[in-house]
T-cell receptor, first 114, second 113 residues
Framework: DGGITQSPKYLFRKEGQNVTLSCEQN?????MYWYRQDPGQGLRLIYY???????QKGDIAEGYSVSREKKESFPLTVTSAQKNPTAFYLC?????????????FGSGTRLTVV | DQQVKQNSPSLSVQEGRISILNCDYT??????FLWYKKYPAEGPTFLIS?????DKNEDGRFTVFLNKSAKHLSLHIVPSQPGDSAVYFC????????????FGAGTQVVVTP
């Protein structure tokens, strides 16, 4: 079955550590995205990528980094520079130029700073 | 600055009745709108969409209405079923910012027997 896999489901990070969230899709989608969800707020776009080896900052990119070395994979690194990293992170993908069909989302990673 | 707002954080509706979810936006350049449904511990799933050239789109029990002059859209679910209990997000995008959807905060719908 095609879909998006995010791992791990739960992640705990110590202050000052970098952590990487995994996102893999087998839908052959060109575009991939990272969103962050905080209580009482909508999903906010962190980074997105339309093609391999290219990505763009979203609305809240500070303290995050991404890479897109393969079409299937779009890992997100939460760096120590991110002031408030505790949140629910969602990865999504879509067909390029067919965004009107909507995104396919993964099941999310809940990151907690301890 | 939240450009898409869902002012009702929760909605309780009786099974068989109509659920009406509302969404307001501030950016007049938005021309494409989506609704997503999210169950706990799962990612959102695409429900229905509408472009600004239409004022209504229907898919089974789900209908989305768009009022461009009021910058308002709504999702109607008729009849509501227990499986509709979930969080619903509306999202909006403009043509020249492909890939950047703005999301509302979501509305938790609870369908009671």
């Amino acid at each position: 079955d095609g879909g998006i896999t995010q791992s791990p489901k739960y992640l705990f990070r110590k202050e000052g550590q970098n952590v990487t969230l995994s996102c893999e899709q087998n839908l052959n989608h060109d575009a991939m995205y990272w969103y962050r969800q905080d209580p009482g707020q909508g999903l906010r776009l962190i980074y997105y990528s339309q093609i391999v080896n290219d990505f763009q900052k979203g609305d809240i990119a500070e303290g995050y980094s991404v890479s897109r070395e393969k079409k299937e994979s779009f890992p997100l690194t939460v760096t120590s520079a991110q002031k408030n990293p505790t949140a629910f992170y969602l990865c999504a993908s879509s067909i390029v130029n067919r965004a009107n069909y909507g995104y396919t989302f993964g099941s999310g990673t809940r990151l907690t700073v301890v | 600055d939240q450009q898409v707002k869902q002012n009702s954080p929760s909605l309780s509706v009786q099974e068989g009745r109509i659920s009406i979810l509302n969404c307001d936006y501030t950016n007049s350049m938005f021309d494409y709108f989506l609704w997503y449904k999210k169950y706990p511990a799962e990612g959102p799933t695409f429900l229905i969409s509408i472009s600004s050239i239409k004022d209504k789109n229907e898919d089974g029990r789900f209908t989305v209405f768009l009022n461009k002059s009021a910058k308002h859209l709504s999702l109607h679910i008729v009849p509501s079923q227990p499986g509709d209990s979930a969080v619903y997000f509306c999202a909006a995008s403009q043509a020249d910012s492909w890939g950047k959807f703005q999301f509302g905060a979501g509305t938790q719908v609870v369908v009671t027997p």
